[in-house]
């Protein structure tokens, strides 16, 4: 087991055979975007940058950028601790510079595009960037937040079976911004003063003993490096309780433990406020799963139910009309979580397959919301047909058939598109179609479709990037095409292919 | 006589200074961009010439700031977003065919602005020169008159029509270079979002705005119908399940 010990300077890494602790968490502070930092190890990092709030003069910005970054990393902190293996990061730009904090540089070194980063992320594993803007106004802070998610040189696609016959899917975007915010400074305050209270560092796991500040948000978004932490580690977890290691300037080192629950008034607060962590979070939780799942390992159900209830309150919480798009990704990654994690394949199908049509209805534009929505709907069929070894029932084909048409007419270049309606005709070809007559697709009908696109799928080469207008992003095209077949990971773990209705 | 030439002269003086300030402000964006990548603009914020707040001014760069992050994040792989710094119309009318002539052999699809016109009554404005769809609704610039007080997210909020000009010019632009199966994700996403904004504008506001976004929804469906028509031309397999409504014309998904 390594953990990590970071400065600006020096890395060192110890082997600590008898901490086993498979919950290493990392925690950093006040990082600079000129070299940023991230916990190469952990599955998954997040990273705060600080609030763009450059439209506001100096003479009358207070640093609020800055906190309101850290305050939503200790947010994060204390909501993904669940996940383990997770990283934490807030970052800061150097008196002058703050270009450097921009997101599409920080990104490019932190995922190896660019050289820069004291450390980067590691191949398949995670990254949640958050970025944001905001503009001060006497008491009135008014704000937006952007998010990315993304695995470093790996796709999102995932593939969903239906007997022999793949369908890939993924979400509809990986990059998000919600709709704008609006709060006051003295609710930032406060919630910056009740952290700093419930976020204590005691030299025993009691709340009576003696302790000091962990971060001291409030007094030192704008302090100097003297009197600052530049990061801790958890070394291990007793309850409530998570004992730390933390570094201080000078290259000193000092245990305690922090009470690990923040005060329930002080996240509902923020979170009402900003329900758009409550995504941040679950999308680390998304990218846990996925990592688990591409290491062949199942992700656990509390991972998966952690997830499940983070990307909900985001969805209670949203201003729906403003982040439509943002919902419905919400709903994906939700979806994709579940069936991931869930112990039974077929209702994690089930469910997932209502989320992402929801999805659909949100976004009807996407061909991705409509290949999730067909994919894991033929692969919930295809389960129930082989447990009932009855043919596998379509309701509406023509409909469905309609769909996915619709999806690689507007994804043209995509093979995977082509590929989906091709593969769906396959199925269609021996189902059991269901519905009205005039919804059903005659057989002649769909051997000339296989007939036809077949030849157009081979001519397609797998994963191509869009073509016109304007040129590729050739930073985002994954080098690794590796997809996650679901019923290869579900079979190969084990996981229950049964239909539970006739459980008893 | 002579007093009366010098007046005229003075006065001709003025009004050509006054003419070259105002062109002069469509000044090349400082950002420019490669020559083969499709650009958007996003200009500089428009004030009245003195006295203005440094609140409202702050509320203006703000606004303007947000526009261009949502533009660039949602829009990178497909247009180069640029930040176009002391360029900005003093008038709608200034896009006139010339200048939309000129965007349109430089790429550029869409022109943003933001403006505050009255200070004492914070009366302000959006601006959108959707340059591709010129010849399909002429002007095609889009004017959202707002005020800049109160909560300045809502302002955001009231104007999300950026959200939908953005794929749509993608869109038009495609259509008429032919290459109408490309076109058409840029199209749909556009009527889609367009069509919420104006499901959710109230009736009586900004009317004019409503009825012309309403008259770009029509503009849109024959251009989406025409393409899909095109697409199911060429042949390709994908297409022969897309079938029209029931009134015979092809649409989005819904």
Same mark, same amino acid.
């Given at each position: 087991?390594? !953990?990590?010990? #970071? ?12 901490? +086993? ?9 006040? !990082?600079? +975007? ?12 997040? %990273? ?7 439209? %506001?003069?100096?003479? =009358?910005?207070? $640093? ?7 305050? %939503? ?26 270009? *450097? ?8 070194? !932190? ?12 191949? *398949? ?17 008014? %704000? ?10 790996? =796709? ?41 209270? @419930?976020?204590?560092?005691? @030299? ?48 000193? =080192? ?39 799942? *591409? #290491? ?25 009309? $403003?982040?439509?798009? &943002? ?23 089930? *469910? &997932? ?17 409509? &290949? ?12 129930? &047909?082989?447990?009932?070894?009855e043919a596998v029932a379509i309701d509406q084909p023509r409909l469905l058939a309609q769909r996915l048409a619709q999806a690689s007419a507007l994804a043209p270049a995509s093979k995977e598109a082509l590929g989906n309606l091709s593969n769906y005709y396959k199925v269609a070809l021996h189902a059991q179609q269901r519905g009205t007559p ?11 479709? !296989? ?29 690794? $095409? ?23 | ?10 006065g001709f003086l003025a009004l050509t200074l006054t003419s070259t300030l105002s062109a002069a402000q469509l000044i090349d964006c400082t950002m420019s961009g490669s020559p083969d990548e499709y650009k958007i603009y996003v200009d500089d914020v428009r004030l009245p010439a003195s006295n203005v707040p440094p609140r409202l001014r702050n ?196």
């Amino acid at each position: 087991m390594y !953990i990590y010990l #970071n400065t600006r300077r020096i890395s060192l890494v110890v082997s600590f055979g008898l901490l +086993c602790s498979l919950r290493a968490f990392g925690v950093a502070a006040h !990082i600079p +975007c000129s070299s940023p930092f991230v916990f190469s190890d952990a599955a998954v990092n997040v %990273v705060v940058l600080p609030y763009d709030d450059t439209a %506001v003069s100096d003479a =009358t910005s207070h $640093n609020s950028g800055t906190q309101l970054a850290l305050l %939503v990393q200790m947010d994060a902190l204390s909501h993904i601790l669940g996940y383990g293996n997770v990283g934490a990061v807030q970052m800061e730009a150097s008196p002058g510079a703050s270009r *450097e904090c921009s997101a599409t540089i920080v990104a490019g070194k !932190i995922l190896g595009k660019n050289y820069g980063a004291q450390a980067q992320i590691k191949p *398949e594993h995670g990254l949640v960037l958050v970025w944001g803007l905001m503009y001060e106004e006497d008491d009135d802070l008014y %704000v937006q937040t952007y998010m990315r998610f993304v695995r470093r040189d790996i =796709t999102e696609e995932l593939v969903f079976s239906a007997g022999d016959y793949k369908f890939t899917a993924k979400p509809t975007s990986q990059v998000i911004t919600f709709a704008p915010r609006h709060l006051s400074k003295k609710d930032l305050d406060n919630i910056a003063a009740d952290y700093i209270r @419930s976020n204590i560092v005691h @030299s025993v796991p009691d709340d009576a003993s003696p302790g000091e500040e962990l971060h001291g948000v409030a007094k030192c978004g704008a302090c100097s490096g003297d009197s600052r932490a530049i990061g801790f580690l958890v070394m291990g977890q007793n309850g409530d309780w998570i004992r730390i290691l933390r570094e201080l300037p000078g290259g000193e =080192t000092q245990e305690g433990w922090i009470h690990a629950k923040s005060s329930p008034d002080v996240s509902f607060a923020v979170e009402q406020r900003l329900p758009e962590l409550s995504l941040i979070e679950g999308a680390v939780g998304y990218l846990r799963s996925r990592f688990d799942a *591409e #290491n062949r390992q199942q992700p656990s159900e509390q991972v998966g139910h952690l997830a499940a209830q983070q990307f909900t309150h985001f969805i209670e919480l949203s201003d729906r009309e $403003n982040e439509t798009e &943002a919902v419905a990704i919400a709903k994906q990654l939700s979806g994709i979580v579940r069936v991931l994690s869930s112990k039974s394949y077929l209702e994690g199908l089930t *469910e &997932a397959q209502d989320s992402f049509e929801q999805a659909r209805q949100l976004v009807p534009y996407s061909p991705d919301a409509i &290949a999730l929505s067909i994919g894991a709907e033929l692969n919930r069929a295809a389960l129930v &047909a082989a447990t009932t070894n009855e043919a596998v029932a379509i309701d509406q084909p023509r409909l469905l058939a309609q769909r996915l048409a619709q999806a690689s007419a507007l994804a043209p270049a995509s093979k995977e598109a082509l590929g989906n309606l091709s593969n769906y005709y396959k199925v269609a070809l021996h189902a059991q179609q269901r519905g009205t007559p005039a919804n059903h697709l005659e057989k002649p009908e769909i051997e000339q479709q !296989i007939q036809k696109l077949d030849p157009r799928v081979m001519m397609l080469e797998p994963g191509q990037a869009g073509r016109e207008p304007g040129p590729a992003n050739p930073s985002t095209a994954p080098a690794i $095409n590796k997809r996650l077949d679901i019923q290869e990971l579900k079979m190969k773990n084990g996981t229950a292919i049964r239909n539970t209705a006739n459980d008893h | 006589m002579r007093r009366t030439q010098i007046e005229l002269l003075i006065g001709f003086l003025a009004l050509t200074l006054t003419s070259t300030l105002s062109a002069a402000q469509l000044i090349d964006c400082t950002m420019s961009g490669s020559p083969d990548e499709y650009k958007i603009y996003v200009d500089d914020v428009r004030l009245p010439a003195s006295n203005v707040p440094p609140r409202l001014r702050n509320r203006a760069q703000y606004l303007r700031t947000a526009l261009f992050n949502e533009l660039s994040n949602s829009w990178q792989d497909h247009a180069s977003v640029k930040r176009c710094d002391r360029r900005f119309p003093n008038d709608a009318a200034e896009f006139d065919d010339t200048q939309v002539g000129s965007l349109n052999n430089l790429r550029v699809v869409l022109e943003v602005w933001t403006a505050i016109d009255d200070v004492a009554a914070a009366d302000g404005e959006f601006g959108f020169v959707l340059v591709p769809a010129r010849s399909m609704i002429p002007p095609a610039v889009f004017v959202v008159k707002d005020k800049s007080q109160g909560d300045v997210n809502l302002i955001l909020k009231r104007n999300k029509e950026l959200q939908a000009f953005a794929p749509i010019v993608l869109g038009t632009r495609l259509y008429q270079n032919h290459s109408y199966i490309d076109a058409l994700q840029f199209l749909c996403q556009g009527h889609t979002q367009l069509q919420s904004t104006v499901l959710r504008q109230a009736s009586g506001a900004n009317s004019q705005l409503l009825r012309r976004e309403k008259d770009l929804l029509v503009t849109l469906d024959a251009v989406i119908d025409d393409s899909y028509k095109q697409a199911k031309a060429s042949g390709g397999p994908q297409f022969a399940a897309i079938t029209p409504d029931p009134n015979g014309q092809y649409t989005c998904p819904k």
